[in-house]
């Protein structure tokens, strides 16, 4: 079965540090990637996506992913992160029909002033 | 647009009571989902359905039903509930299903069972 995993479950920086948080996938055939951001108190959105394409992709508020066929990752980062940016953030991947989302356990990220 | 809606927001049961979270969305899509999140864990797929009375089971459907009897409303049903169904319930819609569409997520209901 396809998995997702995400290495770090807890990330704690400092305002204006660097950000890049480690997603893994199991699936060898063709694979939608996505990263979700859960802010405190309100639903997931989408922060960026990959189907096809330039492999580095642009998402919102300055986020972005890199995607690497040979090792299955799919990282997320940012230059410069802010206290907005507390938030919980899942990586998931579908792999076959009906575009069902596999998701990572997800990484909590607390950035302090 | 709304987006995804659902309801209630909050709710405890007792072992063995039963209930139903309602999910509704006004964006026209065929595709809905009911995730479940548990505390590091991730989100797991309980059910999906692909249009109005089409749906189908995900990873996790044990001891939940589901029904479509139109495109906007995908109600996840609890029969008896269990302490191990205590979660937060996420309903989510996308266009059409095809690989990489978005989906769009409602705002949860968390639910306790005791």
């Known amino acids: 079965a396809q998995s997702v995993s995400q290495h770090n479950h807890h990330v704690i920086l400092s305002e204006a540090a660097s950000l890049e948080l480690g997603c893994n996938y199991s699936?060898?055939?063709?694979?939608?990637l996505f990263w979700y951001v859960q802010y405190p108190g309100q639903h997931l959105q989408l922060l960026l996506k990959y189907f096809s394409g330039d492999p580095l992709v642009k998402g919102i508020k300055g986020f972005e992913a890199e995607f690497i066929k040979s090792k299955f990752s799919f990282n997320l980062r940012k230059p410069s992160v802010q206290w907005s940016d507390t938030a919980e953030y899942f990586c998931a991947v579908t792999t076959g029909g009906y575009n069902k989302l596999i998701f990572g356990a997800g990484t909590r990220l607390a950035v302090h002033p | 647009n709304a987006g995804v809606t659902q309801t209630p927001k909050f709710r405890i049961l007792k072992i063995g009571q039963s209930m139903t979270l309602q999910c509704t969305q006004d964006?026209?899509?065929?595709?809905m989902y009911w995730y479940r999140q548990d505390p590091g864990m991730g989100l797991k797929l309980i059910y999906y359905s692909v249009g109005a009375g089409i749906t189908d089971k995900g990873e996790v459907p044990n001891g939940y039903n589901v029904s479509r009897s139109t495109t906007e409303d995908f109600p996840l049903r609890l029969e008896l509930a269990a302490p191990s169904q205590t979660s937060v319930y996420f309903c989510?819609?996308?266009?059409?299903?095809?690989?990489?569409?978005?989906?769009?997520f409602g705002p949860g209901t968390r639910l306790t069972v005791l």
């Open positions: 699936y060898g055939g063709t694979v939608n």
């Open positions: 964006m026209n899509h065929n595709y």
């Open positions: 989510a819609s996308s266009g059409q299903g095809a690989q990489g569409d978005t989906q769009y």
